[in-house]
């Protein structure tokens, strides 16, 4: 893991709403397999970073440089080409990221048969394999999302976000709504995945203890400002900025 | 392998007034290759701190650390992370897991980050598991259920997984017995022997005496506090 | 007859050039889903008015037309329209596919090969082949702009999926010239061949929905599949039980409270035609 090229550098990235800050004057660089994480309560400019960094969102001012080319300048076909391929995105609830009335092995699919592949027996290969790397018995290939559990069908999203092998992935919250001994065990396989596939990773959380799991580096976000950025643990626990210190402090031990 | 000059290191309590409190002043320190320095002073005089420092969990704010060619404290977190991953190996006190990873993959982590495959990684770990004496029923648990001595030996093992050439080492033998208390040390003999510069906290004087080449009282690095 | 309080085939002539500008840019653009102002019919919503719009558009006076619905001519909708044009254009009508100019069907493409110079006017109820699985009107455009069909075969995988076999059989969708996916209006599976190559123009009107589409003369249609699950026209596994024809596309009739049954072609004027000729054939 020694690529000399960031994958994405973001400069002097931002976006209004009208006069009101949603992100601004965001700066950073990630690098192949690493994982950055995106910390801050509701309204600190999170979402909005990750919205805008993803092209789900217009940004107003700056760059967002993917392997040296600037995202804001492609056509939306590229764009478009770009997020079912190399990129993926693990939203919070798993059902803005399904389709809730197609298979698992559908969902899964989807993705192989929007770059081409037209083999009916292998795409279920494929799916089948997957399910499995998710933990998902091979049995339940036929059945729809809304017959799993919460947990189950946030392992399908990122099952079927990932099956094209990206190699940027945007999650905003992927542990939210869900039990805390379920978060563990997606947690454990992200971790895994990302190892094991080389993974660039944005994830948006406001769990701490998510974030240090599974965060290389930290960007604390309030008012739409980056107010401290770093290597993970040394952000949790040698905080500088007075709102790091505050938010550090104001976790519950358990 | 380590060297430390000027360091020093205050820490800024915004939410308390804004506090200043100064920690380390004029650090020096110099480990060589298959040396082990142990850190003595009371508790509270920083050794602690300072290890930390070196691992790049807490800023410095003035000085340098030198692991092998990587300045820490002005390193990037990227060159960190590699140092950490290839360099720089840490024991803390603590075991910091994800819940429901396996004993053995815990272990294993440090050596499936440097890429090596699998099967050898953990053939590694369970190796060391066995040394450490971790019954054996164990291994495909995880660890946050254990006793406190098993998570330290756990630790242990994950720390010893990969041939780091500087090791950090918190307390590696408190609170074990005798015959765990023995493994350890060896592990930390064969590290040496191996070339690796160590710098550890021993409370547990007798071990300190047999696997540390001399000592530093960190003492002499606390800042004289302004009346 | 013509009814004097009508123009020309019910519509004003503004709406027909309307409809006959969407129909030039159809052509132009094989597959495509041009919208258009749909106009009330004095006819619900489901009976054609899509088709009858069409149909209107493209009449002239000399024109023959046929009306078929789901093969047949004699059925309540195939009548209804005919008498409606009869009434309205005061054009000629007929039964006999080679005969007529404009055809204006329901669910069926003739069993005789259409030439030049036909027009074959298709009802459709739901043009939107991505409509099941995409409800965003803004997406299913951007996918039909940048070809981005890769949800056509998941519906697709979920068939064979579910019954072993791509189960859909009607509104098979097809892509035409290699770029739109379109739905070729509920014609069954068997037809979907008709559709590519065809010597005459085809077009597709759906009036609730506001949409025409056309395939011009000889456009390359091609029905989607999968390598490993190619598409096959089927038809029931019979033949004819009143003319004996072994290549059509067959209705299952129940003939009696106990369940005995008889297949019969779909396309009545073909059977008829058939069955007129054996009759001859046997009399000589």
Redesign the interface.
Known sequence: MTQDQPLLSVRDLAKMYGGRIGCTDVSFDLWPGEVLGIVGESGSGKSTLLGCLSGQLAADRGQILYRGRDTRQMSEPERRLLSRTEWAFVHQNPRDGLRMGVSAGGNVGERLMAVGARHYGDIRETATDWLGRVEISAERIDDRPRQFSGGMQQRLQIARNLVTSPKLVFMDEPTGGLDVSVQARLLDLLRGLVRDMGLSVIIVTHDLAVARLLADRLMVMKDGHVIEHGLTDQVLDDPQAAYTQLLVSSVLQV | MIRIENLSKS?????QSGVVIPVMAGAHLAVQPGECVALTGQSGSGKSTLM?MIY????AAGGSIMVGDVDVAKAS??E??RLRRETLGYVSQFL?V????PTRTVVAEPL??L?IPSDQAHARAEHLLEQLNIPQRLWSLSPTTFSGGEQQRVNIARGFAHDYPALLLDEPTASLDAKNREVVLSLIEAAKARGAAIVGIFHDEAARDRVCDRTVDVTGFTPQRAA | MTDQAYNFAYLDEATKRMIRRALLKGLAIPGYQVPFASREMPMPYGWGTGGVQVTAACLTPEDTLKVIDQGADDTTNAVSIRKFFERTADVATTEATAEATVIQTRHRIPEVPLTEGQILVYQVPIPEPLRFLEPRESETRKMHALSEYGLMHVKLYEDIARHGAIATSYAYPVQVEGHYVMDPSPIPKFDNPKLGDNAAIQLFGAGREQRIYALPPYTRVVSLDFEDHPFEPTKADHSCDLCGAGDTYLDEVITDDQGSRMFVCSDTNYCVTRQAEAEAGAAQ
């Open positions: 820490f800024t309590l915004h939410n930390r790049g969990n807490y800023l977190p990227r960190i992370i910091r994800v819940p429901r990873v499936l980050a890429g």
